[in-house]
């Protein structure tokens, strides 16, 4: 086994422990009622968030491609039923899991694979919430990338 699938299968069992936290949360998402403003969830990846809390954040996102905010006297707040970063934990993973395979070699990329990995699972996990049946668009997408997972349909497409 090379160092990447190796580095694979350890997020995979890192992020297969979030199964059980993520999954609630992901079902209140799908079955919200958001205002009509609202016309996708886009869903981004931040690579250096693995190892310092949950690398993904909720945009609520309007027909402008504006995050769009509801008013409560006056304060801005997520039309959400959830907070944005869904999930507050420590990491994904340990810091000490990327330096091991960054000091076998200098080239390797964890944040790709993480992300990869991420997508897959976050998916899953949407799928098995209802996600398919979901009124809105969804997407997932590591941060400023134009290529986005459609979470509804199930494939890559051009943002």
């Not at 059980?20 to 968030?49: M, R």
């Not at 991420?118 to 997932?140: H, Y």
Request: aromatic share 14%; with cysteine; proline share 6%.
């Amino acid at each position: 086994m090379n160092i990447e699938q190796e580095f694979s299968e350890k997020v995979q069992e890192h992020l297969h422990g979030l199964t059980a936290s993520i999954k609630p949360v992901l079902k209140e998402l799908i079955e919200y009622d958001y205002p009509k403003e609202v016309i996708s969830l886009e869903f981004e990846i931040f690579a250096d968030g693995f190892t310092q809390g949950f690398p993904v954040r909720a945009f609520f996102m309007d027909s402008d491609d504006s995050e769009h905010f509801v008013y409560i006297n006056d304060e801005a707040q997520y039309p959400s039923p959830v907070d944005p970063e869904l999930l507050e934990i420590e990491h994904v993973y340990p810091y000490e899991l990327e330096e091991k395979y960054t000091n076998q070699d200098e080239d390797f990329d964890p944040w790709s694979i993480a992300i990869d990995e991420l997508i897959q699972w976050f998916s899953e996990c949407w799928r098995e919430m209802g996600g398919e049946s979901f009124q809105l668009k969804a997407n997932i997408m590591p941060h400023d990338n134009d290529v986005v997972y459609n979470l509804v349909d199930s494939k890559w497409e051009k943002r």
